[in-house]
């Protein structure tokens, strides 16, 4: 039974920092691509960022290009998100996410390709 499970978030003000985990069992870690979403007060739900399954490719929603860094520790099955220089706009639930198929990478950020997905943890950033 594949799980994901999201820590880190929290409540900060503008231009300050978090950095998201997400903790993976139940599955070869180092054998899929991993992504980050996010779900704001509209609800939609928007991919973040992703990284390759062998760490080589990342992917990141323009909004986030040079504030957030995803990461990955095949070693210790987590996926990171750092989050730097926050703004109001980040405010959502974010998400952990893995496709159902190894070895996948697309070069587009879209949730119809994750099969799993983590309950969420709430990122608030405030003025």
């Known amino acids: 039974q594949v799980r994901l499970v999201e820590s880190g978030g929290g409540l900060v003000q503008a231009g300050e920092s978090l950095r998201l985990s997400c903790a993976a069992t139940?599955?070869?870690?180092?054998?899929?691509?991993m992504a980050w979403f996010r779900r704001d007060e509209k609800k939609d739900l928007k991919f973040v960022a992703a990284i390759r399954y062998d760490g080589r490719m990342t992917l990141y929603r323009d909004s986030v290009k040079g504030r957030f860094t995803v990461s990955r520790d095949d070693a210790k099955d987590m996926l990171y998100l750092e989050m730097n220089n926050l703004m109001p706009d980040d405010t959502a639930i974010y998400y952990c996410?893995?496709?159902?198929?190894?070895?996948?990478?697309?070069?587009?950020?879209?949730?119809?390709?994750?099969?799993?997905w983590g309950q969420g943890t709430q990122v608030t950033v405030s003025l």
């Open positions: 139940g599955r070869t870690f180092n054998l899929y691509t």
């Open positions: 996410a893995a496709p159902e198929d190894s070895w996948t990478w697309w070069t587009r950020g879209e949730s119809v390709d994750y099969a799993y």
